[in-house]
Nanobody, 125 residues
Framework: QVQLVESGGRLVQAGGSLRLTCAAS????????AGWFRQTAGKEHEFVAA????????YYADSVKGRFTISRDKARNMVYLQMNSLKPEDTAVYHC??????????????????WGQGTQVTVSS
């Protein structure tokens, strides 16, 4: 079992920056991928970014490429999402997730077995 707890979400103006943090505990593994998804009311989870826990390879949705950066601290079991140049359309609940998946599967919600409760990010125009 892996437990995930997100933090860092808040209200920010368009063009601003935020850093989300995901604290992982339990039986983490170097074979895991850690991901960030976001969800707005009435919509499915949208893939944002992912990172392989062992090698640190990163993956991004086209909508955030160049603005968001995912990273991880293996020693502290933490995953971060640095979000720059925020836009109102980035407003959502952001969830951290973890699971074993191939590179081809990192953007699929079903590839992740463990999820956090989420943190609200609101970007005002």
């Amino acid at each position: 079992q892996v437990q995930l707890v997100e933090s860092g979400g808040r209200l920010v103006q368009a063009g601003g920056s935020l850093r989300l943090t995901c604290a992982a505990s339990g039986r983490t593994s170097s074979t895991y991928v850690a991901g960030w998804f976001r969800q707005t009311a009435g919509k499915e989870h949208e893939f944002v970014a992912a990172i392989s826990w062992g090698g640190g390879r990163t993956y991004y949705a086209d909508s955030v490429k160049g603005r968001f950066t995912i990273s991880r601290d293996k020693a502290r079991n933490m995953v971060y999402l640095q979000m720059n140049s925020l836009k109102p359309e980035d407003t959502a609940v952001y969830h951290c997730a973890a699971g074993r998946t191939s590179a081809q599967g990192v953007s699929a919600r079903d590839a992740y077995s463990y999820w956090g409760q989420g943190t609200q990010v609101t970007v005002s125009s």
